[in-house]
Nanobody
Framework: VQLVESGGGLVQAGGSLRLSCAAS????????MGWFRQAPGKEREIVAT????????YYADSVKGRFTISRDNARNLVYLQMNNLKPEDTAVYYC???????????????????WGQGTQVTVSS
């Protein structure tokens, strides 16, 4: 099982990026998935999470109204659209999948079983 993130990069404050997470090896179409991030010197934190069919989502307060999580189960993809980026959004962003079947999203990173290698997002001021 592999999760591979893409779409990170360097962007100016106020700009946008769209991260993608491609899953291979198994389908996660009935599982919660999430995006987390870790800035230098800080602990990894949740950014957004989505339930199996996209009907329920959760966002950290710091990104609410600016980021949107979505998924395409037919293609085993999860996205994170990031708008109005700020320098404090600079971090390595990780995609995660929970192997347990549940109708809900998951906020606790320790409930996720699979992780991608991360993609760097750098926002300049």
């Amino acid at each position: 099982v592999q999760l591979v993130e893409s779409g990170g990069g360097l962007v100016q404050a106020g700009g946008s990026l769209r991260l993608s997470c491609a899953a291979s090896g198994r389908t996660f179409s009935i599982n919660p998935m999430g995006w987390f991030r870790q800035a230098p010197g800080k602990e990894r934190e949740i950014v957004a999470t989505i339930n199996w069919n996209g009907g329920s989502t959760y966002y950290a307060d710091s990104v609410k109204g600016r980021f949107t999580i979505s998924r395409d189960n037919a293609r085993n993809l999860v996205y994170l659209q990031m708008n109005n980026l700020k320098p404090e959004d600079t971090a390595v962003y990780y995609c995660a999948a929970d192997s347990h079947v549940t109708p809900d999203y998951k906020i606790d990173q320790y409930e996720y079983d699979y992780w991608g290698q991360g993609t760097q997002v750098t926002v300049s001021s």
